[in-house]
């Protein structure tokens, strides 16, 4: 019996010594841009929101003005994931971010896939925006 109750105290004093690994803050309001080949930039945003683990949010589309909601989010210590599936025309567009949040800057890739084509990569900075006259999609 006195075995028993000092490997459960061990493994008690073990789980509670473990580092947690610890979620980065990615919520708030986040802005970008991306410039399509040959053509202007164009302003994105997205309110991301961090929740139990889970990175939901809506994506507003400056392009159009069309939000979208976030899929796939995800958050592993300080990288950051997501993604906006969008329709236009006759096809669909996949957008793919994944970065690594340092302050209130998330930078990594973009991968855009249109439809059927073989997708496209390139480097993405989102700023994590405060001020209330800039912010970003806001939830329906």
């Known amino acids: 019996m006195r075995i028993a109750s000092y490997f459960a105290a061990a493994v008690v004093v073990l789980t509670l010594t473990q580092p ?8 708030g309001n986040w802005k970008w841009q991306i410039t399509p080949q040959g053509g202007d930039p ?5 309110q991301l929101k961090l929740d139990n683990g889970k990175l939901t949010g809506v994506f507003l589309d400056g392009f ?5 909601d976030v899929k796939n989010g995800k958050v592993d210590g300080d990288n950051v994931s997501f ?3 969008r329709p236009i025309n006759d096809m669909s567009i996949t957008v793919n971010y994944s970065g690594k949040l340092d302050g209130d800057t998330i930078k990594g890739t973009v991968e855009i896939k249109f439809g059927d084509q073989d997708p496209t990569k390139s480097d993405w900075k989102a700023q994590r925006v405060t001020d209330a006259a800039t912010q970003p999609a806001t939830q329906p």
């Open 64 to 68: 159009d003005q069309q939000k979208f």
């Open 20 to 27: 947690q690994r610890l979620l980065a803050d990615v919520t």
């Open 83 to 85: 993604t906006v599936t």
């Open 42 to 46: 164009i302003d994105m945003s997205a």
